[in-house]
């Protein structure tokens, strides 16, 4: 909750409303340690006992995003996904139950990209690295 909590701050000093939904939607994100789509968002919503419009789910998150507060995953053949943005990080994603973890990788990334500009003249701004398998439940 600490996260949220800076973020409400930051939000409250950039003159942004802070409402009751998009509170909501932050302490959501926060809880669950992988991306959710919007329908897990709006089911979370619901079993706190709250209701939301969806397309009013929609708008806040594409607020967050603009706001760098939330990133988009789209990962393949699958419905885009949202959490919370934080340090770089990939995604392991379990092919049989669809778990997504979060797998920070150190720097080796960086230097590959320093690399790929040296040798094609090319300018990464950002990549996606999923790595697909089994989690340790449905091996």
Do not use: W
């Amino acid at each position: 909750m600490q996260k949220v909590k800076k973020i409400l701050g930051q939000l409250k000093d950039n003159g942004q409303r802070i409402t009751t939904l998009r509170r909501v939607i932050l302490y959501i994100m926060e809880k669950f340690d992988s991306p959710l789509s919007a329908g897990d968002i709006l089911s979370e919503i619901a079993k706190m006992g709250l209701s939301a419009n969806k397309t009013t789910v929609y708008r806040e998150l594409e607020f967050l995003i603009k706001s760098e507060i939330a990133e988009t995953v789209q990962l393949r053949g699958r419905e885009q996904k949202y959490e919370l943005a934080g340090e770089h990080h990939h995604h392991l994603v379990c092919v049989k139950c669809a778990e997504i973890q979060e797998m920070p990788l150190a720097g080796d990334l960086d230097e590959t990209e320093n690399k790929i500009y040296k040798k094609f003249n090319f300018k990464v701004q950002s990549h996606s690295l999923e790595f697909y398998g089994l989690c340790a439940h449905c091996q």
